[in-house]
């Protein structure tokens, strides 16, 4: 079974914080993604990766960013938290741009 | 500019009875749609999906009808459990990469 692991389940942060929320795949897959949920929004596209060091903006990339030195590595960076980046942020993996996302859990990050 | 329009919040049917999810899309381009379903504090899990080749897709409880005409396509549970309480997401391969863009989500309550 293909894994999607995201490093944090729940996380605070601080205003004003560097943070950094880390997604880690095992099945070889090409392509990464990063979404976050809200209510009443669904799931937004933030960044996705299709390889190593290749980035793509999603639908709302603004105080984001991105990392992917390992193709089984997609690390998502807000430079400076703010209380509007409060939400549950989801990873994917997938070896096709439309087939088999595979997410990962999710991390609740809330920034006070 | 939404692409991918899931207009219900939310659902709440009987146990045993049928729930039907819509779900409509602007883009005739859009040539695939998977329904994902999702479980609080858990990420999207894969349901179904459907081509634009065919109108219907059957796996189970689980039916996916779609009308390419109206741009519409809608998730049949026949019969409903109440296992099946979740919020249901409609995507279509409409993105920028062929990536696939999520509806706002319904909300599904099986009620026993």
């Known amino acids: 079974d293909v894994k999607v692991t995201q490093s944090s389940r729940y996380l605070v942060k601080r205003t004003g914080e560097k943070v950094f929320l880390e997604c880690v795949q095992d099945m070889d897959h090409e392509n990464m993604f990063w979404y976050r949920q809200d209510p009443g929004l669904g799931l937004r596209l933030i960044y996705f990766s299709y390889d190593v060091k290749m980035k793509e903006k999603g639908d709302i990339p603004e105080g984001y960013s991105v990392s992917r030195e390992k193709k089984e590595r997609f690390s998502l960076i807000l430079e400076s938290a703010s209380t509007n980046q409060t939400s549950m942020y989801l990873c994917?993996?997938?070896?096709?741009?439309?087939?088999?996302?595979?997410f990962g859990s999710g991390t609740r990050l809330t920034v006070v | 500019d939404q692409q991918v329009k899931q207009n219900s919040p939310s659902l709440s049917v009987q146990e045993g009875r049928i729930s039907i999810l819509n779900c409509d899309y602007t883009n005739s381009m859009f040539d695939y749609f998977l329904w994902y379903k999702k479980y609080p504090a858990e990420g999207p899990t894969f349901l179904i999906s459907?081509?634009?080749?065919?109108d219907k897709n059957e796996d189970g409880r689980f039916t996916v009808f779609l009308n390419k005409s109206a741009k519409h396509l809608s998730l049949h549970i026949v019969p409903s459990q109440p296992g099946d309480s979740a919020v249901y997401f409609c995507a279509a391969n409409g993105g920028s990469q062929g990536n696939l863009i999520f509806g706002k989500g319904t909300k599904l309550s099986v009620k026993p």
């Open positions: 994917a993996s997938s070896s096709s741009m439309i087939y088999g996302y595979t």
């Open positions: 459907i081509s634009s080749i065919k």
